[in-house]
């Protein structure tokens, strides 16, 4: 399948198409919905009225860093299933980090659309189950994911997640899922973020594992980076 790529810098793809949403509908607020609390940064948007409200599943880690979030106006913790979340009632969704680490990841990214409204963004940001770290996180067991966390992130990092990565946390399961429910990927992207980014010996894993699997897991990249577009008029699925 052939990828899209952005024509925004990577520090701004986010904002730009936010303010490009918001200019789309005449400057009012914009209600965004993140899920996925524990490591995203809010929106840093200038003159942009917004209105943030938070979901994720309710681990202890995530619970101490919602109470240091002060860009959230609410939040619900819980299994992502079934926690409540009204119909058509965002404008954005901030889905950080959170596909690669539960379980019915296709069903609780159909949950999320369900509460966007029509013509409204996804802004995506996922582990690559097909890279090399995310193989190594999915395979490592516990201890070890325990230990390596420690020595590889700055101290007060939340985590380790749980290491699910379901097809859907990699490029084809994405671009499967988007065309299934008539979804436009507006952005694609590979970034290096997080622990992939230590220069010590998390990158003498990676590059190991690259070897190992003669390219197929690439050390080059960790994150997948997408932004998505619900059309206006929106089928729940195609096929």
Sequence with gaps: MSEVRSVAPRGDLFGQR???????L??????VLVAGCAHD??????????????VDEDHPAIRA??????????????????????????DVIQVSFLL??????????????????????????????????????RIAPSWLRRLLWRLVVAPGTPGPFP?????????????????????????DTRNTSGP???RGLAAVALAAV???????????????TMVIRKPQHHFARLL
């Design 18 to 24: 936010v303010r490009e949403q918001w200019a789309g």
């Design 26 to 31: 005449l400057g009012r607020r914009l209600d």
């Design 41 to 54: 940064e809010p929106l840093v948007l200038e003159r942009i009225e917004t209105r943030a409200t938070g």
């Design 65 to 90: 860093v919602l109470g240091e979030r002060a860009d959230l106006v609410s939040w619900s913790l819980g299994d992502l299933r079934c926690v409540p979340l009204p119909p058509r009632s965002y």
């Design 100 to 137: 690669e680490r539960v379980r019915h990841a296709e069903l609780v990214l159909d949950r999320l659309l369900q509460s966007l409204r029509p013509g409204g963004l996804v802004l995506l940001r996922m582990r690559d189950r097909r890279s090399a770290y995310g193989l190594l996180d």
């Design 163 to 187: 290491a699910v990565y379901e097809p859907l946390a990699s490029s084809d399961g994405m671009h499967a899922f988007c065309l299934s429910r008539g979804l436009m990927i507006t952005d």
């Design 196 to 198: 992939a980014r230590n």
């Design 210 to 224: 690259a070897r190992l699997t003669n390219g197929r897991y690439p050390a080059g990249h960790d994150e997948i």
